[in-house]
């Protein structure tokens, strides 16, 4: 199983980024997915997650970036993404994209992360 995350990179205040994470080695709408973010010395912070297909519901984000961010799942592509816009100074951090295993919010498998850096 692999989750590969991209999308990371410089923006100004104000600007917008996608996040996106490829999975293989199973199968994303089978599983609970989520994206979190960890700045060093702080810790890691979940920002968006959605339920299984088979679960449904609707995302829950954190209200930091609730109206500003978007989780996504492609299942075609076996996709997920994170569109993020308005973005600020304080959502800078590297971010993680992870899939549930054994249960709700029980995230196993984990991508190496992408660095998103917001100047002001």
């Known amino acids: 199983v692999q989750l590969q995350a991209s999308g990371g990179g410089l923006v100004q205040t104000g600007g917008s980024l996608r996040l996106s994470c490829a999975a293989s080695?199973?199968?994303?709408?089978?599983?609970?997915i989520g994206w979190f973010r960890q700045v060093p010395g702080r810790e890691r912070e979940g920002v968006a997650c959605?339920?299984?297909?088979?679960?449904?519901?609707?995302?829950v984000y954190a209200d930091s970036v609730k109206g500003r961010f978007t989780i996504s799942r492609d299942n075609a592509k076996n996709t997920m993404y994170l569109e993020m816009n308005s973005l600020k100074p304080e959502d800078t951090a590297t971010y993680y994209c992870?899939?549930?295993?054994?249960?709700?919010?029980?995230?196993?498998?984990w991508g190496q992360g992408t660095l998103v850096t917001v100047s002001s």
């Open positions: 959605i339920n299984s297909r088979s679960r449904g519901g609707s995302p």
């Open positions: 080695g199973l199968t994303l709408d089978q599983h609970g």
């Open positions: 992870a899939a549930e295993l054994k249960g709700p919010l029980e995230y196993d498998y």
